[in-house]
């Protein structure tokens, strides 16, 4: 429990509206989109500038309580559930575009903004933000950044860390940095690579500089229907070895469809075992790409090609694969979120070991796929009032990560490792590997109350006071 000194510091810090201490307030704080639980956070703070935040980190440390930053708490991994309890720092307030510098190709933003909202300023400029995860309508591009997340699009352009371009960050001592910035190729070691997709455990960003692009000049569309899942794998993994690379390439299964068309989002045929998505973007050459990728999808005995879509069919199309996540809880409100990677040529006997995988543990797996990325969603519907149930569905949930990391692949493509997928670190990294990452997290933060709990299996979980 805080003491009354402390939290009457933090008032003073971020003032009476900035901190919450209400069960029923704090409790909104103590979970996110992932299934993860934790303690109850002993408060919330919800600063509006960088100062109070490193104020709030420096008095954390002074009476050695945890802290952890929050956007918008969309992630799928526990990496904002709070283990020990603690302060959650929320940066939602921090929400203000400081700046579009078109000369520069960049927008200096505050970790708040949400990541439709910065397009939708960049849309009528004629540039866009790249990264855009499906969850874009609510998270932030702090979580973003947290996350190094991705999105349909980023098989062509890179996920986040290909368009931050700088950060300041208040680090977990309260001191604060500004890594990178508008001039490109900054010398000396990559701290910002390092931070983006650190999950909260090495710093608090309160304002990034990232990179923004042109909106492509014209985009080809391509809905191909498969009646078994593997066939759609085996003409994304041809269409890339073909020296086609797409702006996206999405894989999409038979009970994700019906998901879909149950959410009341008719994009795609009901009853087809696969649908791929093919998107092209660029100035030339669209055409003679387009009819490649309808060949190679034949090749693979598609039962269905269409293209020529207009710009409304396209964003129903798009509008049906954002809203598949969602849509899952027609399936059942129960459900695990899986994301792992494997190499593309993999893909195909990955898909075929899922199946089995849904089989041998008697649950039903949904998947979507950023294909192109070799990047999977195989997501696991299960009955959440059956703990029986639940527990295959959890093992049949490592078993996925066990065939991608088998596959040479790795168990979180985008949606990072939070809490929920620590265990399977070890299958994927050595314990000296480990050990490098467990002492790069020291020496940001030796008296770990940064995040704490989340990305690394812990050796010693730190000891907590019950008063501070
Ligand atoms: C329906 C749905 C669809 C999704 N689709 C995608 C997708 O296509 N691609 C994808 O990559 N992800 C996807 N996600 C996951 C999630 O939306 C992303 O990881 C997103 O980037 C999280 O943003 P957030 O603002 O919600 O961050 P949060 O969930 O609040 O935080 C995420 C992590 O970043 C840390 N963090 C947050 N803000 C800061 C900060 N300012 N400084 C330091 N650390 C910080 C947190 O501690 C936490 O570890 C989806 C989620 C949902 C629910």
Redesign the pocket.
């Known amino acids: 429990m805080l003491s009354a000194k402390l939290l009457k510091q933090l008032r003073k810090i971020v003032g009476k509206e900035g901190l919450l201490t209400a069960p029923s307030e704090v409790m909104l704080y103590s979970y ?2 992932s299934l993860a639980k934790g303690k109850m956070p002993e408060a919330v703070v919800l600063p509006t500038s960088t100062e109070p935040v490193a104020a709030v980190v420096k008095l954390a440390r002074k009476y050695g309580v945890p802290f ?9 991994s526990g ?2 559930v709070t283990p020990y309890g603690g302060i959650v720092i929320c ?1 939602a307030r921090m929400d203000k575009i400081l700046e579009i510098d078109v000369p520069n190709s960049c927008a200096v933003v505050e ?1 708040g903004v949400v990541n439709l909202e910065l397009q939708q300023a960049l849309e009528p400029l004629g540039y866009e933000f790249r990264p855009d ?3 874009q309508k ?3 591009i ?6 190094n ?4 699009h980023c098989l062509k352009y890179g996920v986040t860390t290909n368009h931050v371009l700088g950060l300041e960050v208040v680090l977990p001592d309260g001191e604060i940095i500004t890594l990178g910035g508008k001039a490109v190729d900054p010398p000396g070691y990559d701290l910002m690579g390092l931070l983006v997709g650190s ?2 455990t090495l ?4 304002k990034i500089t990232v990179r923004i692009s042109r909106l492509p000049q014209d985009v080809r569309s391509l809905l191909a229907v498969f009646d078994e899942l593997e066939k759609a794998g085996w003409a994304c993994r041809d269409i890339i070895a073909a020296g086609i690379l797409p702006a996206a390439l999405e894989i999409m299964d038979r009970l994700m469809i019906q998901a879909v068309a149950q959410g009341g989002y008719a994009a795609y045929p009901g009853d087809a075992a696969a649908v791929l998505i093919v998107e092209l973007d660029g100035a030339e050459g669209l055409d003679r790409r387009l009819e490649e990728c309808v060949q190679i999808c034949r090749k693979h005995g598609a039962q269905e090609v269409s293209t020529g879509w207009t710009v409304e069919e396209r964003e129903r199309l798009w509008a049906g694969r954002r809203a598949a ?2 849509a899952g809880a027609k399936i059942s409100p129960a459900f695990l979120v899986n994301d792992g990677v494997v190499p593309r040529d993999k893909l195909p006997e990955v898909l075929r070991q899922l199946e089995e995988t849904g089989r041998r543990w008697g649950v039903r797996i949904g998947s979507l796929f950023h294909a192109g990325d070799g990047n999977l969603h195989p997501n696991i519907y299960y009955a959440g009032d059956d703990p029986e149930e639940r527990e295959r569905a959890h093992r049949a949930a490592y078993e996925v990560l066990e065939i991608c990391a088998r596959a040479g692949g790795t168990i979180s493509g ?3 490792i ?1 809490t929920e997928k620590i265990p399977g670190m070890p299958l994927i990294f050595s314990e000296a590997e480990l050990g490098v990452m467990r002492r790069i997290k020291h020496i940001f933060d030796p008296d770990e109350l940064c ?1 704490p709990g ?1 990305v690394l299996p812990e050796k010693n979980p730190p000891a907590r006071e019950n008063e501070r």
């Open positions: 996110d989109s952890t930053p929050r956007g918008a708490g969309t992630n799928l990496g904002t940066l970790p995860p499906a969850s609510a998270s932030t702090g979580g973003n950044v947290g996350e997340a991705g999105g349909p999950e909260g710093g608090i960003i309160t996540f969602g985008e949606h990072g939070g995040n989340k």
